[in-house]
């Protein structure tokens, strides 16, 4: 009986070797974000814009590596502001830089801070008004400020 020809994968003697074929499957701790330079965005742009037969722009991104979504993005950055646009820093944003941003930061976190302070007082001020109306307790006039 003539024995079945054996395959390189199921071959102990092959597996791990130096001439093995297989990619190497080694999983990296935190893969690395791709960056692109401006110019190479712009020049797969134009290549893009130049795509007219049916499956030519699919091959690009292919040779490219790329998606559909980085042409989308980067159109987009092309129109808002060209290669300034399209070259920018991604990551947090910086600091105000002068004291007057930063207070100006505050005081508007803080006013509307008390906005929703106000708006829950006049809530339950409301809420009372009905609870003594129902209950028919009557309330004493606000006091007048010397303001008013």
């Known amino acids: 009986m003539p024995s079945k020809p054996s395959s390189p994968s199921s071959d102990p003697k092959k597996q791990g070797s130096a001439g093995d074929p297989r990619p190497d499957t080694e999983v990296l701790a935190r ?8 110019e190479y965005k712009l020049r ?13 722009l699919g091959a690009l991104l292919r040779r490219e590596g ?17 290669l300034s646009a399209l070259g920018r820093r991604r990551g947090p944003k910086g600091r105000p830089r ?3 941003g930063r207070e100006n930061e505050r005081l508007k976190q803080e006013v509307d ?9 006049e809530a ?3 809420i009372q008004k009905k609870v003594s ?5 009557p309330l004493s006039p606000p006091e007048r400020d010397a303001c008013d």
């Open 31 to 38: 893969p690395r974000r791709r960056q692109f330079p401006a």
């Open 44 to 56: 797969i742009l134009q290549e893009a814009d130049a795509c007219r037969a049916p499956g030519e």
């Open 66 to 82: 790329l998606y559909s979504s980085h042409l989308a993005d980067w159109r987009r950055s092309r129109r808002e502001g060209a």
């Open 98 to 100: 002068d004291a007057a």
């Open 113 to 121: 801070r008390l906005r929703r302070r106000l708006e829950q007082a």
């Open 124 to 126: 339950i001020i409301e």
């Open 133 to 137: 109306e129902m209950l028919r307790i």
